[in-house]
């Protein structure tokens, strides 16, 4: 059984993990080859934090510093193979691809952006030369093209035509992925499946919902408008990250100079809250239409792809299903299999999609088990949400450790010595040191496992809890192990439920410099280069 490739295709570091950092753990778990192709080291991004404000500006050192931070993220997130435009890697000087000429190595840098009437991102007035969406469309995607032809991925995943939030790299690079592959059509190469990043209304609704349990806690500031661009296009593929939201909140606190992390919810450098998103949305395109724009298919089956991870892999998701219950798939290969073509009535994912010379495509052409049969779904046919028995093993796991850490840490926290100073003593409380620092390291562990504040919170009452119960001397013979009237053991008691406290609202991620609440409407206006 040969093993699936997948390629992802980013403009800037952090737009990986904030956008796709669920999907790239969960494809890495399930046996895929997974690949990460970044266009620019996001040089024109702004920096959080007084720490590292020093690198604002100077494009090359903020480089530097991100394709650090990119590492990192990658290392959490499990994904092996990463590379960037343009750079041929092993220090070679040139690409050596199909075309039969050489393409010299060269550096994509980040265009910057601003902020438009709209709420969305624009490109800005000035660029450096070097700037990715000032770079030739054509030039751009012959080095997308080299990379297609190295790595023959079966799938791509890219931005939407809309950039996500309009940021003009990101829609060049959905621009040149798509020429990229419209002319493995035109040579007749075979294509692998594209995937672009979608936001429905109601998951970007769900994102910036300032009203959410936990989002006051955070001192970031609630939108005034969503930045993130609703698409109103079919959503072949909705993957349910739920089993590796704590993977994908590291991997973005990882990008420390870019993301503030807070629990569930997370801030870029204007302080504005934003969810994380625990579902991540993609639209299937056809870059094989004859003579028409690359269209959005509405669930296309991934049956050729899911077919290729090893069982019992879960693969990428589940089919949207309609309230009739006739997956979209399916609707969707009956159209292609009867007109040869895309339905007309598809609907287009981009204004401007570039035509291809290929033939029709057979991309919708299959059975659709391979999708369905990777998620479970209800009477009706919707995709069942399972996200409870990763929270309730969540909570199980947390009370199997408090029960551990509670016990231990009361039997261990009165131990002490007296260390003699002159003719006086002082009480050198070991016991009670080493039972705190195993509620931590125990709370801390629960906490960047789950990134769950009910199951950090169960688990810092479990720990009180058996401390409290081993102070009832009703309960148990002998003297007591914890003793109420005793300074330690009062410390003891209270002790684990403030240490989840700080974990719950404080340090589950990395937070630097001024947050949300911190920085007025001046800031968030200057906020005109953001790098992702």
């Known amino acids: 059984m040969s093993t699936p490739t997948v390629l992802f295709v980013h403009a800037h570091p952090d737009d990986e993990s904030i956008a796709t950092g669920g999907t790239l753990a969960r494809l890495v778990r399930a046996g895929a080859r997974v690949v990460l192709l970044t266009a620019t080291r996001g040089e024109g991004g702004e920096v959080i934090g007084e720490e590292l404000a020093h690198l604002e500006g100077e494009r090359e050192a903020l480089a530097a510093h991100r394709e650090n931070e990119l590492a990192a993220a990658m290392r959490i997130l499990g994904v092996r193979d990463h590379r960037f435009l343009g750079d041929p890697g092993d220090g070679a000087p040139v690409f050596r691809g199909d075309q039969g000429g050489d393409l010299p190595a060269r550096r994509f840098e980040d265009s910057g952006m601003v902020w438009g009437a709209d709420g969305h991102a624009h490109a800005p007035d000035s660029m450096p030369d070097a700037a990715l969406c000032a770079a030739d469309l054509g030039l751009v995607a012959m080095y997308v093209w080299e990379v297609i032809e190295d790595v023959r991925p079966d799938l791509v995943i890219t931005y939407a035509a809309d950039g996500g939030y309009g940021h003009p790299d990101h829609r060049r690079v959905h621009e040149a992925t798509l020429a990229a592959l419209l ?14 990043i979608v936001n429905p209304a109601e998951a970007v609704e769900e994102r910036f919902d300032s009203s959410a349990p936990g989002f006051s806690l955070t001192g970031f500031a609630a939108a005034e408008k969503a930045s993130t661009i609703a698409d109103d296009v079919p959503v072949a593929v909705v993957e349910d990250v739920e089993e590796v939201i704590g993977l994908k909140a590291q991997a973005m606190a990882a990008h420390a100079t870019q993301i503030m992390v807070a629990g569930e919810f997370f801030a870029l450098s204007n ?33 050729d792809v899911l077919d290729l991870l090893p069982a019992p892999a879960p693969g990428l998701g589940v089919p949207i299903r309609t309230r009739e ?52 779904a209800d009477a009706r046919g919707n995709p069942a949400d399972e996200s409870w028995k990763a929270t309730l093993g969540g909570v199980l796991h947390g009370l199997v450790i408090g029960l551990v850490v509670g016990v231990l840490g009361s039997f261990q926290h009165l131990n002490a010595f ?19 620092v195993l509620a931590v390291v125990g709370l801390w562990h629960m906490s960047v496992l789950y990134r769950s504040t009910i199951v950090t919170v169960i688990t810092a009452a479990a720990i009180s809890g058996v401390a409290y119960a081993l102070a009832q001397p009703s309960l148990w013979p002998g003297a007591d192990l914890v003793v109420t009237g005793s300074l330690r053991s009062l410390v003891w008691l209270f002790a684990p439920m403030i240490a989840g406290a700080v974990f719950v609202f404080a340090t589950p991620g990395r937070r630097a410099g001024r947050t949300g ?16």
Not at 184 to 195: A, D, E, N, T, Y
Not at 279 to 292: N, T
Not at 517 to 532: L, W
């Open 325 to 376: 219950g006739q997956g979209a798939a399916d609707r969707a290969a009956d159209r292609v299999s009867s007109a040869g073509a895309p339905a007309a009535a598809a609907a287009p994912a981009s204004g401007a999609g570039a035509p291809g010379d290929g033939t029709a495509s057979g991309a919708a052409g299959g059975s659709s088990a391979g999708v369905a049969s990777s998620g479970r």
């Open 517 to 532: 609440a911190q920085r007025g409407p001046a800031d968030a206006e200057q906020d005109s280069s953001t790098g992702r």
């Open 183 to 196: 002319t493995r059509v035109r040579s007749g190469h075979s294509v692998p499946q594209l995937l672009t």
């Open 271 to 303: 302080g504005v809250g934003q969810r994380i998103d625990r579902r991540e949305h993609f639209a299937l395109m056809d870059v094989r239409a004859d003579g028409a724009p690359a269209l959005a298919l509405p669930g296309a089956p991934f049956s």
């Open 418 to 436: 007296v260390w003699h100073v002159g003719e006086g003593g002082v009480i050198v409380p070991w016991g009670l040191v080493l039972a705190l």
